[in-house]
């Protein structure tokens, strides 16, 4: 028996949730269908998440993709069909990517496994991001280089904890709902072990009677734990923090059952979310807004 999950019209950071939710009570060896048809819209955690849903499954599951010609070029000029046919058995076209002048991704989907990969993404990005974040977002040119560092540490983090890999994709367009200014986006996800299980293979780690995927996540986003004991190690997360906290930025990160966040002012979203539908892995989004100057 194939189980079908309707996506949502708008697929992102916060409606990927009803996906799962529809997922969780299925068993991993029974076969899901995800129907996109009606889809519009795709943000980069959207579509990294869809390919990371496809890892989770034992039984290799359907897409569908969606009807609107306009979102399925959009699909493909991110790369997502090209590894989407890899992970699922796909319906309908697999669209072609036209050209569209400038294009507003800035690192299409990316498989990130290994150290050298990040170093790939990494160099990929540098010269068309210091572009974008100078001349859209109005951020200064010396912050490209923490761009690049947030870019690496949201990578590295797949490579030291996942146990498996992942994937990267970067992001830029108008937020008109909820800012009305242009946003650079930076999605990570991967299906591996999880923060919760990362730092119990710490050696001579004590759990507390709460150890849960939510006290994980604060340990390694809020304090930078990490179960690596060198000195320094964990610190990358906290990098992030003070480079998005700097420029105003949003950073989430979603891992087992719960989700912590770094709320800026311009959003409403909860620091910890838990009791979420399980899902295995990490799954980060970091949201740096266009800087207002003054006229």
């Known amino acids: 028996?194939?189980?079908?999950?309707?996506?949502?019209?708008?697929?992102?950071?916060?409606?990927?949730?009803?996906?799962?939710?529809?997922?969780?009570?299925?068993?991993?060896?029974?076969?899901?269908?995800?129907?996109?048809?009606?889809?519009?819209?795709?943000?980069?955690?959207?579509?990294?998440?869809?390919?990371?849903?496809?890892?989770?499954?034992?039984?290799?599951?359907?897409?569908?993709?969606?009807?609107?010609?306009?979102?399925?070029?959009?699909?493909?000029?991110?790369?997502?069909?090209?590894?989407?046919?890899?992970?699922?058995?796909?319906?309908?076209?697999?669209?072609?990517?036209?050209?569209?002048?400038?294009?507003?991704?800035?690192?299409?989907?990316?498989?990130?496994?290994?150290?050298?990969?990040?170093?790939?993404?990494?160099?990929?990005?540098?010269?068309?991001?210091?572009?974008?974040?100078?001349?859209?977002?109005?951020?200064?040119?010396?912050?490209?280089?923490?761009?690049?560092?947030?870019?690496?540490?949201?990578?590295?983090?797949?490579?030291?904890h996942a146990g498996r890999g992942g994937w990267v994709a970067v992001q830029t367009y108008r937020w008109q709902k909820r800012l009305g200014r242009r946003v650079v986006v930076i999605a990570v996800c991967d299906a591996g072990v999880g923060f919760r299980q990362s730092l119990e293979s710490a050696q001579g780690r004590r759990m507390s009677d709460r150890w849960d995927d939510g006290m994980a996540l604060e340990e390694a986003v809020i304090r930078g734990v990490s179960r690596f004991r060198d000195p320094g190690r964990g610190q990358g997360l906290a990098g992030v923090r003070r480079y998005i906290g700097r420029w105003d930025g949003k950073l989430s990160v979603r891992s087992g059952t719960a989700r912590i966040a770094i709320v800026p002012s311009w959003d409403e979203d909860v620091p910890l979310e838990e009791k979420l539908p399980p899902f295995p892995g990490a799954q980060m989004q970091i949201t740096i807004p266009e800087r207002i100057t003054d006229r």
């Open 1 to 160: 028996m194939t189980t079908v999950i309707n996506l949502p019209p708008s697929l992102d950071e916060r409606t990927f949730e009803t996906v799962l939710e529809h997922l969780a009570p299925i068993p991993i060896d029974e076969k899901v269908l995800l129907d996109g048809r009606h889809t519009r819209w795709a943000s980069p955690y959207g579509l990294t998440a869809l390919l990371t849903i496809a890892q989770t499954r034992a039984e290799k599951p359907a897409l569908v993709s969606p009807e609107s010609e306009e979102t399925g070029s959009y699909w493909a000029r991110t790369g997502f069909f090209r590894h989407a046919e890899e992970l699922f058995e796909m319906h309908g076209s697999t669209h072609r990517a036209r050209s569209s002048g400038e294009s507003d991704v800035l690192l299409e989907i990316t498989p990130v496994a290994k150290s050298e990969d990040v170093h790939e993404v990494v160099g990929r990005i540098q010269q068309k991001s210091a572009s974008i974040l100078v001349k859209e977002l109005n951020i200064d040119a010396k912050a490209t280089m923490g761009f690049a560092m947030t870019l690496s540490e949201a990578c590295q983090n797949i490579v030291e």
